[in-house]
């Protein structure tokens, strides 16, 4: 049986709404206990918030970002784990 609570890999879901003012929620799979990080870059690449930092249980989560102190333009989510997953996505904050 398959466990609907438990993703079978690590997934960084699509943000919604993407476009998004001021807040979007990024939502991700954790398939095995680790550290994991959600961080929101600029487009330069230079990383403005950290959403999680730390370790996590198997399971399916969500994180809101609360854009509203940034400005307009393009921003990139990371999701890092300590097993090796990485995964970025594009969303826009438009004012």
Known sequence: DVNPTIPEEFVLESAYPNPFNPSTTINF?????????????????????????????????????????????IYVVRMSTSTGFNSTQKIVLIK
């Not at 959403?51 to 307009?72: C, K, T, V």
């Open 29 to 73: 799979g954790v398939s095995e206990s680790s550290d994991v990080n959600i961080s929101i870059y600029n487009i330069q690449g230079q990383s403005v918030e950290t959403l999680h930092s730390g370790f996590m249980d198997a399971g399916y989560y969500s994180e809101i970002w609360n854009a509203s102190n940034y400005p307009s333009g």
